[in-house]
């Protein structure tokens, strides 16, 4: 079976760098994607890891270590906007698993 | 602009009655999913299909069944409903199984009486 991990909230200011983790156990593993959601919003997908490494998009970074059955989200600069929900996922063979999913609150 | 297209938006429905939620995308995407979202729980999987003409269950399957009759389009129905299908429910596609980016629509809202 699958499971991922995520905490369950997490709140910084605006301007800040904020770190969601996620750590997976699974039975087969493929890669690591995040996706965010706003409120009444459907998700939407921000990065992909499928090796160990670190990718950058912009002010969104994600990680990966396989060794350590752990990634996270980086997202700095923190704008109000980026108040969401965060969720990782394992697209494991046929399907994608997706964790249970962080809720970011971005104060003034 | 091309996506994935749900119907309903939102329904009420009385238990025990059939119901199917609609989804249609045009990206072609060989891959498509069918997740509910509760409070708490995350997104999860309900069925999916890799191509058309073949379906596959999820994690939380028992109640519902999909058709893929052809590449747009995986209904999903809900013979006989009850109250803990209440949820938001959303499809998904992906141009291949192990295609690391899934696409959503903007989902359904579903009230089961």
């Known amino acids: 079976g699958q499971s991922l991990e995520q905490p369950s909230e997490v709140t910084a200011v605006e301007g800040a760098i904020v770190q969601i983790n996620c750590t997976y156990q699974?039975?087969?593993?493929?890669?690591l994607s995040w996706y965010q959601q706003h409120d009444g919003g459907a998700p939407t997908f921000l990065s992909y890891n499928g090796l160990d490494g670190l990718e950058e998009k912009g002010r969104f970074s994600s990680f990966l270590s396989r060794s350590d059955s752990y990634g996270y989200l980086l997202l700095q600069e923190l704008q109000m906007k980026d108040s969401a929900s965060y969720f990782c996922a394992d697209n494991y063979g046929q399907n994608f698993v997706f964790g249970p999913g962080t809720r970011l609150s971005v104060l003034p | 602009i091309a996506g994935i297209t749900q119907a309903p938006t939102s329904q009420i429905l009385a238990a025990g009655r059939r119901m199917t939620l609609r989804c249609t995308q045009d990206?072609?995407?060989?891959?498509m999913y069918w997740y509910r979202q509760d409070l708490g729980l995350g997104l999860r999987l309900i069925h999916y299909?890799?191509?058309?003409?073949?379906?596959g269950k999820g994690e939380v399957p028992d109640g519902y069944s999909v058709s893929r009759a052809n590449t747009d389009d995986f209904p999903l129905t809900l013979a006989s409903a009850v109250p803990s299908q209440t949820s938001v429910y959303f499809c998904?596609?992906?141009?291949?199984?192990?295609?690391?980016?899934?696409?959503f629509g903007s989902g359904t809202q579903l009230s089961v009486l």
């Open positions: 699974t039975s087969g593993f493929y890669g």
């Open positions: 998904a596609s992906s141009e291949g199984a192990t295609n690391e980016k899934l696409f």
């Open positions: 990206m072609r995407h060989n891959a």
């Open positions: 299909s890799n191509t058309a003409g073949t379906t």
